[in-house]
């Protein structure tokens, strides 16, 4: 155990990219450098939560990258660019966003799931110095309010509570099957050959990995057809959202935009900006409410709602956001007992490397595609930290420690990569159980927040 954090400290050092831009140094870490070789927002936030256990100056440094780039709008982008790197496809040329830039540091042009406020939050409640606490406050917070304020504007302009996202990059569970359907809406007659051709040149993902273990290349026309024609409406997200092919309120996005407002309002609350608390725990009451209200009560799956048209429909397909809610706490307690149930049946989600990120009933399951399948210790720790909202049921508790401890026995079995076949192997008799590039920073990063956090009592 002890080593193997120490084998985390040392891919996350290995993966930092010391850059100056516009006069000044930043230090971020990128997710691996077989592939990734940028920095993506929801993986830095995580990668900040496990690096203030070790050294709090490289969390902070992290978060300060990370909001480096906001666009005037509010903004904070999926990926933040290293300058001169090439691997990665689509790097900085294809997205048109220069308008938007800080400068000189650019960016993609959508976001992610906002995993940021709650990353803030637990590298601010963790920092021992009082330097970085004031740097913390000064520095970063305020583009973290501005960020949400960001999406509470420009991604609910209804005020319905849910958020809409406009790509599926955006929800960071790229080709999971939930967004199959609404992908339909976008017939690969209608995206021009000028968008094909780029990806069938420069698409590179499936070059440097096995193409299985990737989303499909309809998946990347798709893919860069929204990057264009949101180049096309020059970036406006008053335009964008309203008229995007794909809009989707996404479950797991929306818990996380839930506890994301609920962190933030604890640290105004602390810092006496009660009338800012306020205003964020009451976005996260609207969302929190606007879940429980998402959750079909006859299969106990919460759905996904496809937005692109007049007529909202909800999306059946089976995966793991509907336990994102527990994070939210959006779960009533009469309901619970179902979705425990059901995290923990073999035959859909507790598969031998839990938790299978689609289930294996589905018809959609594939133990190799990416996150239409394999297992991720990302979406483990929401569930972990999901669980343990439930403080006062001992069962929510014992699932949660069994997973803590197959999730570190996981890591430390295969190594830290980015994705894991749920069934341990039998998807590729012979083969390695790991999926995915390797080095992988958000799995070292969270060895090292699990080892440290089930220390904590909270
Ligand atoms: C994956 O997504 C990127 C696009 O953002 C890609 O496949 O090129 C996803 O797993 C996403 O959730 C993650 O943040 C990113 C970097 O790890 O990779």
């Not at 850059?19 to 070789?37: A, D, I």
């Not at 307690?333 to 839990?354: G, I, R, V």
Request: one cysteine or more; charged letters at 25%.
């Amino acid at each position: 155990m002890v080593e193997s954090v120490q084998r985390a400290i040392s891919i996350l050092d290995k993966n930092v990219y010391q850059v100056t831009l516009n006069g000044t140094t930043y230090r971020r870490t990128v997710p691996s450098k077989e592939f990734y070789v940028h920095q993506w927002l929801w993986d830095s936030a995580t990668h900040a939560m496990g690096l203030v256990y070790v050294d709090e100056q490289r969390a902070f440094d992290e978060l300060f990258s990370l909001v480096s780039g906001q666009w005037e709008n509010g903004l904070i982008a999926q990926i933040t660019f290293n300058p001169n790197e090439k691997k990665y496809f689509p790097g900085p040329e294809y997205w048109g966003t220069e308008k938007c830039a800080t400068g000189e540091i650019k960016t993609s042009g959508i976001t992610q799931p906002p995993l940021l406020g709650i990353s803030f939050a637990h590298v601010f409640s963790h920092t021992h110095s009082k330097k970085l606490q004031s740097r913390l406050l000064l520095e970063i917070l305020p583009k973290v309010l501005k960020y949400h304020d960001y999406l509470k504007d420009y991604r609910d302009p209804e005020n319905s509570g849910l958020l809409t996202v406009v790509h599926p990059w955006e929800t960071g569970l790229d080709n999971s099957p939930r967004w199959d359907k609404p992908l339909q809406n976008i017939k690969l007659a209608d995206i021009p050959d000028s968008v094909k051709s780029l990806v069938n040149r420069y698409r590179s993902d499936d070059k440097l990995s096995d193409p299985r273990v990737r989303p499909g290349l309809d998946d990347y026309y798709r893919y860069m057809y929204l990057v264009h024609l949101f180049k096309s409406w020059n970036w406006d997200y008053r335009v964008i959202v309203k008229k995007s092919p794909f809009a989707v309120k996404d479950i797991l996005f929306n818990s996380l935009w839930c506890e994301a407002n609920e962190a933030l309002a604890k640290v105004l609350t602390t810092i006496d900006r009660n009338d800012d608390a306020l205003r964020l725990k009451g976005w996260a009451d609207e969302t929190r409410q606007a879940l429980r209200a998402r959750r079909d009560p006859v299969t106990g799956y919460f759905r996904d709602q496809d937005v692109s048209s007049a007529t909202p429909t909800d999306i059946g397909a089976n995966t793991i956001a509907t336990f994102l809610p527990l994070l939210a706490e959006a779960v009533d307690e009469k309901d619970a007992a179902s979705t425990l149930s059901l995290l923990t049946d073999p035959a859909q989600f507790w598969t031998k490397t839990p938790v299978a990120s689609t289930a294996l009933s589905a018809k959609e399951f594939d133990p190799l595609k990416y996150w239409r399948g394999p297992t991720w210790p990302i979406t483990n720790l929401f569930v972990i930290e999901g669980l343990r909202k439930y403080a006062k049921s001992p069962r929510a508790q014992s699932i949660r420690k069994e997973l803590e401890d197959k999730t570190l026995s996981m890591i430390d079995a295969h190594g830290f990569f980015e994705y894991y076949d749920p069934q341990n192997g039998a998807a590729r008799p012979g083969k390695p159980t790991p999926l995915g590039f390797g080095s992988f920073s958000w799995s070292a990063a969270i060895y090292v927040y699990l080892t440290y956090r089930r220390k904590e009592v909270v």
